[in-house]
């Protein structure tokens, strides 16, 4: 089973760390094999980024993604600029209030995760990308739920665990 994921939104946006936390579950506590790749702006703040993950239960022999099972728009640049790249019939989880779907209602099961919201309603914008990734494992399926958020106690700070932990498990109910 190989799946691929593209993470794809704005530099500030948290898409390089959300990729580099699903691989790292994939790997230590779910046992699969992974690969993340990333790439954005020189700026980094304001500019198209993107992380890209292959999760797999056999030995990875292609590092990149060839077309994304599943995509996190997370901003309507990045949706335009990498629908292209998503495989048709593939999921997209986008943010109803930042993208726009229409062009690709028919050929993709599209989720709609309001992130934004859910993270303002939380009291810190910044971690929208953390439910996008709890609705993103949970609606691939690809790992257990347990595995992410001992990735989280792996990866992230104790004053914004339980934080990032409450988004992820807010993100997983929208999937």
Same mark, same amino acid.
């Given at each position: 089973?190989?799946?691929?994921?593209?993470?794809?939104?704005?530099?500030?946006?948290?898409?390089?760390?959300?990729?580099?936390?699903?691989?790292?579950?994939?790997?230590?506590?779910?046992?699969?094999?992974?690969?993340?790749?990333?790439?954005?702006?020189?700026?980094?703040?304001?500019?198209?980024?993107?992380?890209?993950?292959?999760?797999?239960?056999?030995?990875?022999?292609?590092?990149?993604?060839?077309?994304?099972?599943?995509?996190?728009?997370?901003?309507?640049?990045?949706?335009?600029?990498?629908?292209?790249? =998503? +495989?048709?019939?593939?999921?997209? &989880?986008? @943010?109803?209030?930042?993208? !726009?779907?229409?062009?690709?209602?028919? /050929?993709?099961?599209?989720?709609?995760?309001?992130?934004?919201?859910?993270?303002?309603?939380?009291?810190?914008?910044?971690?929208?990308?953390?439910?996008?990734?709890?609705?993103?494992?949970?609606?691939?399926?690809?790992?257990? =739920? +347990?595995?992410?958020?001992?990735? &989280?106690? @792996?990866?992230?700070?104790? !004053?914004?665990?339980?934080?990032?932990? /409450?988004?992820?498990?807010?993100?997983?109910?929208?999937?």
């Amino acid at each position: 089973m190989r799946t691929e994921f593209r993470i794809a939104g704005t530099g500030g946006m948290g898409v390089v760390l959300t990729g580099v936390i699903l691989g790292h579950a994939a790997v230590v506590h779910a046992g699969l094999e992974s690969v993340q790749t990333q790439s954005y702006g020189s700026e980094a703040r304001g500019t198209a980024a993107k992380s890209e993950v292959i999760i797999s239960d056999e030995q990875i022999r292609y590092p990149k993604v060839r077309e994304a099972d599943y995509s996190v728009l997370m901003s309507q640049k990045a949706f335009e600029m990498y629908l292209p790249g =998503a +495989k048709k019939g593939g999921v997209l &989880l986008i @943010d109803p209030d930042l993208v !726009n779907p229409k062009e690709a209602e028919h /050929d993709f099961e599209i989720v709609n995760v309001p992130a934004m919201k859910t993270a303002d309603d939380m009291g810190l914008r910044l971690v929208s990308n953390m439910v996008m990734l709890g609705a993103l494992v949970k609606k691939s399926g690809v790992f257990p =739920a +347990k595995a992410l958020e001992d990735a &989280l106690h @792996d990866l992230v700070k104790s !004053n914004a665990l339980k934080l990032d932990i /409450d988004a992820v498990r807010a993100g997983a109910g929208f999937a």
